[in-house]
């Protein structure tokens, strides 16, 4: 447990050193006796893609996937949301930077890529399957 939660908190600390101390943003994060939990508060969409971006990456690795799953992957979710966490499809209940069916608005940028990357790892395999489906039928 101890070992999990250290690399949870490892992994949080990687993902928002981009944003401490230069631009001041709040971030908390918060370990409770069960579950590490990383909070993102007050970031602006410039830098909620940026965090976005950069956990994406880390978490590709992290899966085994290589730099043309990244690749693919950036440009699915450039396509889909510009990787915006608060894109809003009008015409479906899809929501955030993955466009999930009936995602909660208030699920951070990051809990979006760990979906998202669920669900492409589930449906497609990797994201090099999901945008060659993506790019055939105009969504994934």
């Given at each position: 447990m101890i070992k999990n939660n250290l690399k949870y908190i490892l992994m949080c600390f990687v993902v928002f050193a981009g944003f401490w101390p230069a631009n001041a943003v709040a971030t908390m994060l918060v370990v409770t006796p069960m579950k590490p939990i990383c909070m993102e508060h007050n970031l602006s969409i410039s830098q909620s893609k940026t965090l976005a971006k950069r956990y994406a990456k880390m978490k590709i690795r992290q899966i085994g996937w290589n730099d043309r799953?990244?690749?693919?992957?950036?440009?699915?979710?450039?396509?889909?949301?510009?990787?915006?966490y608060t894109a809003d499809n009008p015409k479906s209940t899809a929501y955030g930077i993955p466009q999930i069916l009936g995602m909660s608005e208030d699920t951070t940028p990051t809990q979006q890529v760990d979906l998202g990357l669920k669900y492409i790892k589930k449906r497609y395999k990797t994201p090099t399957l999901a945008l060659q489906h993506h790019l055939r039928k105009g969504w994934y």
């Open positions: 799953e990244w690749k693919s992957l950036l440009t699915l979710w450039s396509k889909e949301s510009r990787w915006d």
